[in-house]
């Protein structure tokens, strides 16, 4: 790969801090709503002052917008440490540059279609936080359709349908929130390229994350189709925006939309209302949904949650189709340090699926830098931010990838001829050689499971009993003084607590991270004694199996 000079491209950095909010939640079952993925940026404090816990806020937008919410929190932020002329502020005007000179070209497309009305302004308040703390499946659905330009020689992605409308909004809540729609077609279709008519298309679902300074987040589901009819005729994107992140179970809702697609657009909206009536299920229930179609009847869609629901947003499969379980440690090895990854391949399923993966092999600790699954090509220069982040960047960009220090390029498209387009070199000895044995050992057991939620199982397990066996001894390294006060963490007592060298050596550099230096901050929060949550109970689980095995030796 051909090195682009900096001189002939657009500088400019791309930092991902991050406030850090004080939370006194018990449940380790809150784990994404405390520490979710953040994608693009957020602010971060570097001191340990405490701030009230987090509340459950109905997402709105700003008016330069980003996404925001009723707290005043803004993803994209226009100042960085370094003043009004900081990075964020620069990613943030070259996304106005974007979208100048693509107004509104008259009014949004609306089909006639027969719809109960959305919600308005009369909708009791306690709905509406219903549907922003995820209870309900969704907040709506867009339709982005391409559309040619005014000169005629290309087309662009539009909304052309929302569901449900947001009547009764005042003026300077419809303009926020067109701008958010406007934002959420450079995801649909983030290609760049110039789209042409089609007579074939295969269909193919992706997400991405929108995600507020506060941590809180929402989840773009995204099908991409060829709409019926007959000729050549550009694909179209159905988008649902949700507090929820289940993808395998959005991925079976669009299965739906694209079965009433096919028979006519005016079908999708009962079903979708049905759907949005619907509660969301707790782990491991499932819920039904009533819908007509002509020819059909009423059908019943069952629509079951996984019971380890902190993996429902996970695939793993694509993950180990797509790399060997070699290739596989050394992605983790790259991000456990909080490295620069960009991960390249055609499909935008593919770069979701795994991007989201590898986030979760981090468990019980969270990505806290630049998360974007799907890069549009008009951020393609994120990749030359000197902060750690994890990219998705499709194959025809590749060029645009530079080869600097510090990153890790990962070809996980079909019929590759190189994994590894760019390494460090180090990768393969990050990890300590008894515990990656470990590893690989554990990961050959997931030829057996059963399904999907099997192999979740095997690979999740996997890697949460490696960090049970490097920091799983952190709690008793966390001091407390006077009744009421907080925990104090003793880092380096901590370390040299472990008797593996190569052990210890790893320790030493992943506790300079943020997501430990997060993970550990919150500990500090909760109160002595007991914590519960799948790693605290692993944690308990190995403790007890030494203590036996001590016993059986004296």
Known sequence: MEQQSADTRRSFSFSSLRVKKRHNSEEEGGFFRRRGLRSFSSARESTRTESPPEEDVAPHR??????????????????????????????????????????????VEEPELTEPAGPT?????????????????????????????????????????????????????????????????????????????????????????LTEIDGSRRNGYCRRLLPGGKGARPPEAYCIISTLACFGLFSKIFDEVEKRRQ????????????????SFPAPGHTVEIKSFIPESG???????????????????????RCLT????????????????????????????????????LLYPFTW???????????????????????????????????????????????????????????????????????????????????????????????????????????ASFIKYGASGQHGVFDKRAFYKAIDSKTTRHFVKKFIQTQMFDLFIQEAEQQQPGPQQGIFHNKIREFQDRKKKEKTKKH
């Open 121 to 209: 302004a009369a909708d009791s308040a306690s709905q509406q936080h219903r549907y922003a703390s995820g209870q309900y499946f969704f907040e709506y659905l867009v339709v982005v359709s391409l559309k040619k330009t005014k000169d005629g020689n290309s087309y662009e992605p539009q909304i052309t349908y929302q569901f449900p409308k947001r009547d009764g909004m005042v003026r300077k809540q419809k303009e926020e929130e067109e701008k958010t729609l406007k934002a959420i077609t450079l995801f649909c279709f983030p290609e760049g390229i110039s789209w042409a008519p089609l007579t074939e298309y295969c269909s193919e679902t992706f997400s991405f994350v």
């Open 62 to 107: 700003n008016p330069s917008g980003g996404l925001r919410t009723e707290s005043g929190a803004s993803p994209v932020s226009n100042e960085h440490d370094d003043g009004p002329q900081g990075a964020l502020k620069r990613i943030s005007t070259m996304w106005s540059s974007f979208r100048r000179g693509r107004r509104e070209r008259g009014k």
């Open 298 to 320: 009423t059908e019943i869609i069952r629509l079951t949650r996984p019971l380890d629901s902190w993996l429902e947003h996970v695939d793993f499969l694509t993950l180990f």
């Open 368 to 474: 806290q830098h630049t998360f974007i699954s799907i890069v549009p090509e008009i951020l393609i220069d994120v990749v030359m931010a000197p902060t750690p982040y994890l990219l998705g960047v499709q194959k025809h960009l590749l060029d645009l990838v530079t080869d600097q220090s510090d990153l890790l390029v990962v070809d996980v498209s079909q019929n590759k001829q190189e994994t590894f387009l760019v390494s460090i070199g180090d990768e393969d000895a990050i990890l300590p050689p008894k515990l990656k044995a470990e590893l690989l050992g554990a990961l050959s057991g997931r030829q057996k499971a059963l399904g999907v939620e099997g192999l979740n199982r095997v690979v999740s397990e996997a890697f949460l009993h490696f960090f049970v066996r490097t920091v799983g001894h952190y």
């Open 263 to 278: 028979i006519s657009m005016a079908m999708i909206y009962p079903f979708m209302q049905k759907l949005r009536e619907a």
């Open 325 to 360: 379980d070699e290739e596989v440690l050394l992605v983790f090895a790259a991000a456990v340090l909080e490295r620069r990854i960009v991960f390249i391949a055609n499909e935008l399923s593919t770069l979701s699926q795994v991007i989201h993966a590898v986030a979760a």
